[in-house]
């Protein structure tokens, strides 16, 4: 049996920035409804925006992207993503993980 290598700790606080280009950005929320952050929120699933904003990490308000709690992407958690990007048809959002 092979030992188990530990996965190292990154002693660097990370933070996710989310950066939408407003002049592209047409409201459409395909970045909500496929974000796998917000995957557990019922109305996304049934290809809604969240109802309850206090755990969304974004949504469409007034055809514009709102951006709410960044923490809660998966990139904040150290995961690669890019589901929002890829969603959207005018290459609008931008995620980036920067240093604190």
């Known amino acids: 049996m092979k030992p188990r290598l530990k996965q190292k700790e990154c002693k660097c606080k990370m933070k996710v920035v ?3 280009n407003e002049r592209d950005c047409i409201g459409c929320g395909n970045c909500v409804v496929v974000c ?3 995957s557990f929120i ?3 699933i049934g290809g809604n925006g969240p109802e309850n904003l206090e755990n969304a990490i974004f949504w469409v ?3 514009k992207l709102k951006i709410g709690k960044e923490k809660l ?8 993503c890019r589901v929002c990007m ?4 005018f290459d609008a959002i931008k995620v980036e993980s920067v240093e604190e």
């Open 73 to 80: 992407c998966e990139r904040y958690l150290g995961k690669t």
């Open 36 to 38: 796998r952050g917000q």
């Open 42 to 44: 019922p109305e996304v």
């Open 61 to 63: 308000e007034n055809a």
């Open 86 to 89: 890829e969603a959207c048809p």
């Open 18 to 20: 989310f950066k939408v």
